[in-house]
């Protein structure tokens, strides 16, 4: 198996892209949680990030634009995905993964934006799974700290608490496998069948 990239961590500054390739939002989470971004990272999202098709946040062509925009981006660091719900599988074949590749960028998001991750899996990209724009919008200070820690620093020990024990892993070596109700950042990478890897928990 090729080996897998790893964007680049995020630093103050870096620009995040907000997209919305799925459902539609509580818009005042959204922009609580664009907000807080603004505080420390560059925010970039496109005009139509707020729109409405019926249970989905805009058509299929908008979203498929947008996000493939964000993908082509060299200057764009991570990609964060507005909230989950339904939608994102119905443009996920017409994605330009190609891009990814040649620019990696961090992924980040849980719900319905797992079908991105696993995209990214299979291109050979480590992602996060982690909050979406709308939890980092309800988010306290504890919840806001993690998530940029892990994009910042992807390298570090980490502890992840679970249900009967604390597990130190490597960020790097989590890899898809069992959930669990104690949520933290997590890095998704393929190859990995360690035992430790399986004990991460899944999201924030």
Known sequence: MPPVLRPPPLRPGSL?????????FDHTLV?????????RYRVRFD???????????GSD???????NQALADGETHAIV?????YGLGRIAPDLRLDALVERPKWIVGFSDLTALHLEAVRAGVMSLHAHNVAGLGRGD???????SSALEGPQPH?????????????AQECSSGATSRYCSPRMLQAGSDSPRGRSCCSKM
């Open 81 to 85: 995905a507005a909230r989950g719900g």
């Open 47 to 57: 005009p139509g990030l707020f729109g409405r098709d019926g249970f989905l946040a």
């Open 31 to 39: 922009r609580c949680g664009i907000a807080w971004l603004g505080t």
């Open 16 to 24: 995040v892209r907000v997209v919305a390739p799925s459902s539609p």
């Open 61 to 67: 062509e908008r979203r498929l634009a947008e996000l």
């Open 158 to 170: 980490r502890f992840f608490k679970g249900s009967r024990s604390t597990t130190r892993v490597k």
């Open 141 to 147: 200070a504890a919840a806001r700290h993690a998530w």
